[in-house]
């Protein structure tokens, strides 16, 4: 289920209500990382920066340990990421976005 949540079926929808009433700490991490995907929204560098240090700050003080590990290991990639903004190198997302996956899968 790690996929944008307007991409999901309705049958991925009921099932993410489930586990989301059953698993608090899956839907947090689930959305945690829904949030982080936005900063591939944002127009300008500056913007981007900024996004990614507040979702770094809320992350790190969650008491989700795979995220926090995830956060930090994002943490050492941050210009990178902040250069697929600034290059507009958007089409990178669906590759960082395909590595994020895979590492957070292990979150759940």
């Known amino acids: 289920m ?13 099932k993410f209500m489930e586990i989301n009433q059953a698993n608090l700490l899956t839907s947090r991490a689930w959305k945690m990382r829904e949030n982080f ?11 981007a920066s900024l ?3 507040s979702w770094y700050e809320n992350v790190v003080k969650s008491n989700i340990a795979p995220m926090k ?5 994002l943490k ?20 960082v976005g395909k590595e994020c996956r895979s590492r957070w899968s292990r979150c759940h």
């Open 51 to 53: 996004f990614f240090d």
């Open 69 to 73: 590990k995830a956060a930090k290991t």
């Open 76 to 95: 050492h990639y941050k210009q990178g990421i902040i250069n697929i903004i600034k290059y507009d190198l958007r089409s990178e997302e669906r590759r």
């Open 2 to 14: 790690l996929k944008k949540s307007e991409n999901l079926t309705d049958k991925q929808k009921a």
């Open 37 to 47: 995907m936005e900063i591939f929204e944002k127009q300008t560098t500056e913007e």
